[in-house]
């Protein structure tokens, strides 16, 4: 069974830094595409940024230049270096894979596991 578990949420003000990190049990996880994504209260569950695996990577365009998606092989985890962070980025964050062909999608139907979710929380 893939288990994906994010961490790394917390309560920033506006303009501050956060690291999210998402630890995934399969050991053979370079086979997979991943992405984070969020939902904030009321809306629906939006793609963030996503990699492929060889690296590619697509991110939406209001998180463009301020988020930065990465992998560690080594430690099978998934990161997201965010920066500059406003009061609309709050929202609960997860971190998702896919396997088969590789994509860099940010639709969630792409997507067969998923974590939890970790809570981001940006004040003004």
């Known amino acids: 069974q893939v288990q994906l578990v994010e961490s790394g949420g917390g309560s920033v003000k506006a303009g501050g830094s956060l690291r999210l990190s998402c630890v995934f049990s399969?050991?053979?996880?370079?086979?997979?595409?991943m992405g984070w994504f969020r939902q904030a209260p009321g809306l629906e569950r939006e793609g963030v940024a996503a990699?492929?695996?060889?690296?590619?990577?697509n991110y939406a365009g209001v998180v463009w230049g301020r988020f930065t998606i990465s992998k560690d092989y080594a430690k099978n985890t998934l990161y997201l270096q965010m920066n500059s962070l406003k009061s609309g980025d709050t929202a609960m964050y997860f971190c998702?894979?896919?396997?088969?062909?590789?994509?860099?999608?940010?639709?969630?139907?792409?997507?067969?596991?998923w974590g939890q979710g970790t809570q981001v929380t940006v004040s003004a």
């Open positions: 998702a894979a896919g396997s088969g062909i590789q994509t860099t999608s940010l639709m969630e139907y792409d997507y067969k596991y």
């Open positions: 399969e050991n053979t996880y370079m086979n997979y595409f």
């Open positions: 990699i492929d695996r060889v690296g590619n990577t």
